[in-house]
């Protein structure tokens, strides 16, 4: 069955960096667009970005262009996130989710905590 | 960007009835490029609808979604408990994408 991990998640003090990781399986993970989407506490859901499967296409949000990093490693499976010049307003639990190029996000991670904190 | 509005903010039914959900475009969404998500306290989001009216794999048929251009709408017939949770629209076919901002339904 299809299977994200996230990992990396933690706490940094503002204008630190993080990188987060998603692990893949049950899938071919090649053949597949990948988004990054985070939910801050109590509030809803965020779209950060999404990446091809040959690196050819990558998209962000506003409110992480320029500090946020999205790339992938497809011989590993796994997709990342690295996140610099980080603030308050990034706390948030960050998921990694199939798709997100012209079809849903089938399937999601479990989701991993951000915290952003002096 | 297209921003979603969803409405209403909260719904609390009781079991059996029927919920309605509402989410409405600031621009067309070609192709009915729109999803429905369900997320239940301390989950993930799961997707329901994609298409505006496609039941992903799993999904009661108590859930359907219908809508096209501007409108979009979500009904859960004959509600059940673990319909509690909180529904959230997306269009995904203009980045960047974007999410509505949810409707609460306590039942």
């Known amino acids: 069955q299809v299977q994200l991990v996230e990992s990396g998640g933690g706490e940094v003090k503002p204008g630190g960096s993080l990188r987060l990781s998603c692990a893949a399986s049950?899938?071919?993970?090649?053949?597949?667009?990948m988004s990054w989407i985070r939910q801050a506490p109590g509030k809803g859901l965020e779209w950060l970005s999404c990446i091809a499967p040959g690196d050819n296409f990558i998209k962000y949000a506003d409110s992480v262009r320029g500090r946020f990093t999205v790339s992938r490693d497809n011989a590993g499976n796994s997709l990342y996130l690295h996140m610099n010049s980080l603030r308050a307003d990034d706390t948030a639990i960050y998921y990694c989710?199939?798709?997100?190029?012209?079809?849903?996000?089938?399937?999601w991670g479990q989701g991993a905590l951000v915290t952003v904190s002096s | 960007d297209i921003v979603l509005t969803q409405s209403p903010g909260t719904l609390s039914l009781s079991p059996g009835e029927r919920a309605t959900l509402s989410c409405r475009a600031s621009?067309?969404?070609?192709?009915?490029?729109l999803a429905w998500y369900q997320q239940r306290p301390g989950q993930a989001p799961r997707p329901l609808i994609s298409?505006?009216?496609s039941r992903a794999t799993g999904i009661p048929d108590r859930f359907s979604g219908s809508g096209s251009g501007t409108d979009f709408t979500l009904t859960i017939s004959g509600l059940e408990p673990e319909d509690s949770g909180v529904y959230y629209c997306?269009?995904?076919?203009?980045?960047?994408?974007?999410f509505g901002g949810g409707t609460k339904v306590e039942i």
């Open positions: 997306q269009q995904y076919g203009s980045m960047p994408l974007t």
């Open positions: 298409w505006a009216s």
């Open positions: 621009q067309s969404i070609p192709y009915n490029y």
């Open positions: 049950g899938f071919t993970f090649s053949e597949a667009h």
């Open positions: 989710a199939t798709e997100g190029n012209y079809k849903p996000h089938e399937y």
